[in-house]
């Protein structure tokens, strides 16, 4: 079977690999499509804080598929079912798993990265790690159901957002735009800040999705807060750029009494003086990974139409040539590309 491999800094192998047999605990999934998150790019650029990761790999945690096989002990998934992956499989014997926090699990592994993931035509898994996927959601659209996991985590969670609030999202990347699509079906009001190079591909994604955007690189983004919240400030601030900057930026534009929710992993450290902070009483938050009931919002966000899935997926690079997805995604000239390993 075809599978993509990533062999070392900035190289990916197209490779076959024999086809997997499951487990009698396991299924065999054939894989429909797989996308590309920032984490992916990260690994594909080997930078620092992804350097632990063993290569060769086969990359991918985002994916969608079919089950064309099943172990002799599993009893909750047939052949046929269409299903996706949790991709952080939680140890579930840690104080936090215990704690009911699978999320920041002590001993997690990650799909793609601990062990080989999804760029591939098959991959076997856990049931445990499964989520049906029912047949009203095209298989493509489900592809994006791990990354709009971490945006209802981060939404309905990890925030105090309601309807009507005035809501900045920081950075339209993957997650950045699926945090705000979140936001805004629940009815927020919603604004999405860029950079200059965002303005070719993400921003407007995002225009298209029926939500204001603003390239802040031309434009005072100061001004802007205040024709946009008369003067108070964003109810809530969601920094999903992962940028060491994206904190501070956000504490300077969310209201007294609001909340920063942290959901970007920066690289490097950032210097945020509490002072004002403290004085203003913000709420400032984080948001890691997903939980299997922010699995669960996902698709029924998915199911019901609430989140445009066709628009936000990019179906225009090819399972041969990965790597132009890899570099395009990395310049901003997309921002939810998909490799698709069976029609």
Not at 5 to 31: C, F, M, Q, W, Y
Not at 61 to 70: A, F, K, P, R, T
Not at 265 to 275: I, N
Not at 310 to 333: G, K, N
Request: aromatic residues 6%.
């Amino acid at each position: 079977m075809k599978a993509l491999v990533h062999t070392g800094p900035r190289s990916i192998e197209i490779r076959e690999r024999e086809k997997p047999a499951p487990n009698a605990d396991e299924v065999l999934v054939r894989v429909h499509t797989a996308g590309l998150c920032g984490s992916d790019a990260h690994a594909y650029t080997y930078e620092d804080g992804y350097e632990w990761i063993p290569i060769p790999r086969i990359m991918g945690h985002e994916y969608s598929g079919e089950v064309v096989d099943v172990g002799s002990e599993v009893t909750d998934f047939s052949v046929g079912d269409h299903a996706v992956e949790e991709p952080i499989h939680d140890c579930g014997t840690c104080f936090q798993c215990k704690n009911s926090q699978p999320n920041v699990c002590q001993n997690f592994e990650i799909t793609g990265m601990h062990n080989d993931g999804a760029y591939t035509e098959y991959t076997t898994v856990k049931p445990r790690d499964l989520h049906h996927i029912p047949d009203e959601i095209p298989l493509d659209h489900a592809s994006i159901t791990e990354p709009l996991s971490i945006a209802t985590r981060a939404v309905f969670d990890q925030s105090n957002v309601a309807p009507g609030d005035t809501v900045l999202v920081e950075g339209p990347g993957p997650i950045g735009v699926l945090v705000a699509a979140v936001a805004d079906s629940m009815g927020a009001d919603v604004l999405v800040s860029g950079l200059r190079k965002d303005t070719v591909y993400r921003l407007p994604l995002v225009e298209q999705l029926g939500i204001e955007t603003v390239d802040i690189e031309n434009n005072d983004l100061s001004m802007l807060v205040d024709d946009h919240t008369d003067g108070i400030g964003f109810d809530a601030v969601f920094d999903t750029t992962g940028h060491q900057s994206g904190v501070e930026m956000a504490i300077d534009h969310v209201r007294k009494g609001g909340q920063v929710v942290v959901v970007g992993l920066s690289g490097a450290p950032s210097e945020v003086f509490m002072t004002p902070v403290v004085r203003s009483e913000v709420d400032l938050n984080t948001s890691y990974g997903s939980t299997w009931r922010n699995f669960e919002q996902a698709i029924r966000l998915l199911s019901t139409g609430a989140i445009d899935a066709d628009a936000i997926i990019d179906r225009s690079f090819s399972v041969d040539e990965p790597t132009a997805a890899f570099e395009a995604f990395l310049e901003s000239e997309t921002c939810k590309p998909v490799f698709a390993f069976s029609e």
